[in-house]
Nanobody, 119 residues
Framework: QVQVVESGGGLVQPGGSLRLSCAASGIIVGIVAMGWYRQAPGKQRELVARYTGGNNTHYGDSVKGRFTIPRGNAKNTVYLQMNSLKPEDTAVYYC?????????????WGQGTQVTVSS
């Protein structure tokens, strides 16, 4: 059983910064990726960032150059550093964990954390 929990959301002014945290716990074997997705009202879920190990991180076009998954995270933990925030970044942000080991694969999601960018 895998648990995924996000934290760090809140209200921030345009141009500000915010850091989100995601921690995975339980029976975790063979992490192949951890990442972030977001969904705003009336819009589809979209990729924010996906980390697959080493220095390999893929960012969505709308956040590239502004958001970063920092290196040196704790085990089974991933962060999202958000800079130069815009009102368009307002959404519920979800952490995603992908596991694969011995032919067994699984995808797990957190409950989401609200980020609101407003004056």
């Amino acid at each position: 059983q895998v648990q995924v929990v996000e934290s760090g959301g809140g209200l921030v002014q345009p141009g500000g910064s915010l850091r989100l945290s995601c921690a995975a716990s339980g029976i975790i074997v063979g992490i192949v990726a951890m990442g972030w997705y977001r969904q705003a009202p009336g819009k589809q879920r979209e990729l924010v960032a996906r980390y697959t190990g080493g220095n390999n991180t893929h960012y969505g076009d709308s956040v590239k150059g502004r958001f970063t998954i920092p290196r040196g995270n704790a085990k089974n933990t991933v962060y999202l550093q958000m800079n130069s925030l815009k009102p368009e970044d307002t959404a519920v942000y979800y952490c995603n964990v992908e596991l694969g080991y011995g032919g067994v694969r699984g995808v797990y999601w957190g409950q989401g954390t609200q980020v609101t960018v407003s004056s």
